[in-house]
């Protein structure tokens, strides 16, 4: 096989908020107070092949962003690996220097908050290509006019600010910041999250024209089951930080292994399913301040066992391409 265009390799994120001050001093009086910690990812190992675009997928507060992120390389991750093209990413952004990696780019979820309101689109897009010697001062405005050509956007709106656009095209805006430093890899973090329907499947169409146009490797993450079978070669599930599943798209859908994702294909909404009922995941999805032990998912879990409360599934290939974290696999019960 040839190289992983990237690797997760046992990659935690955990965010710690110290004892204050009263904390502290209540603890010399044996009030028995901890740090506050946020396990938002728990040990993820994941492959992307280049050229792959890979659906990430969850419930809010499951971690995907945050993951995304340390992909993208905003923010370390507090345990394990990220390599980029066989390379330790954290390496590759410090040989960068000022400059970042410029090969991973990420779209946010909301453009307006991710767009600056007091620059103009010409400077929004072009700024980050003329300050890393892609493009001269004086080519700028051509190679800005470019990008908004190829997003679908008029050229003549690159004097305009982001508050005199649509959200459609603002998340066009977006894409074309994003692909301004000619990436690799693309971390797309609910980027069709807040659009209407249509505008949705224009962006979507947009994507995947990219995609084929310049040879782009994605992680694409939604909460949105529809979309991520219409875009995705393969399908990552995510609960509470860690992968519960891996599986090609097709079949994944066509045969879900977890117990979670079983339940998130029960409420996909079908035309030929006119009469049927939906039933939501049962109870909430768990804090990360106090996850449950063992497998994370067990207190939701119709099919969950004593093994379940106690021991967490390895996630294990349950056969060619299809990766899945359940005791269910081993053939165990509690009879």
Known sequence: MTMPKLELVGVSKHFVKPLDVAARAANLFGAGMHDIVVRAVDGVDLVV???????????????????GRMIAGIIPPSAGEVRYGGRALDGLVAASGRKGLLEIQMIFQDPMASLNPRMRVRDI???APVVHGIVSSAERDRYVDTLLARVGLDPGYKSRYPHQFSGGQRARIGIARALAVE?????????????????????????????????LTCLFISHD???????????????????????PTEALFRAPNHPYTQALLANVPRLEARKQRFAPVKGELPSPLDPPSGCHFHPRCPFAMTRCREERPALAEIAPGRWSACHLNDGTSDA
């Open 49 to 67: 092949q280049e050229g792959e675009v890979v659906g990430l997928v969850g419930e809010s507060g499951c971690g995907k962003s945050t993951l």
């Open 183 to 215: 990436p690799d890899f693309l971390v797309c973090d609910e980027s069709v999250a807040a659009l209407d329907v249509s505008i949705k499947a224009q962006v979507l169409n947009l994507f995947m024209q990219l995609r084929r146009d310049l040879g």
């Open 125 to 127: 897009v072009g700024e």
């Open 225 to 247: 089951l529809g979309v991520v079978e219409h875009i995705s070669d393969r399908i990552v599930i995510m609960y509470l930080g860690r992968i519960v599943e891996v599986a």
